[in-house]
Nanobody, 122 residues
Framework: QVQLVESGGGLVQAGGSLRLSCAAS????????MGWFRQAPGKEREFVAA????????YYADSVKGRFTISRDNVQNTVYLQMDSLKPADAAVYYC???????????????WGQGTQVTVSS
């Protein structure tokens, strides 16, 4: 089973960009579909984006489509979330998640990282 560690969060002005990274341990990274989720204070966790095992398929929440890009590097065992044109509404703790290959897009995820904070100032 992989273990996930997110990084790259921080403070950015509205309209700016950030790139989040999620490093996975283990040799089986390429057998997992990967996703990003976020949770703002007082709100439920919500899906942001997903990428399949080889990076050939992606899926986005409507709220981030056209602004965020998910990608992965199976040599570096890392999944990325490039976030452009950030809005204050994007501020949240962002979590990386993994699930063994199965239904696409994934319905649930079995492994989660600890999260990284993204703050967007207006």
């Amino acid at each position: 089973q992989v273990q996930l560690v997110e990084s790259g969060g921080g403070l950015v002005q509205a309209g700016g960009s950030l790139r989040l990274s999620c490093a996975a341990s283990g040799r089986t990274f390429s057998t997992y579909d990967m996703g990003w989720f976020r949770q703002a204070p007082g709100k439920e966790r919500e899906f942001v984006a997903a990428v399949n095992w080889n990076g050939g398929r992606t899926y986005y929440a409507d709220s981030v489509k056209g602004r965020f890009t998910i990608s992965r590097d199976n040599v570096q065992n890392t999944v990325y979330l490039q976030m452009d044109s950030l809005k204050p509404a994007d501020a949240a703790v962002y979590y990386c998640a993994a699930v063994r290959l199965g239904h696409w897009p994934p319905r649930s995820y079995g492994t989660w990282g600890q999260g990284t904070q993204v703050t967007v100032s207006s």
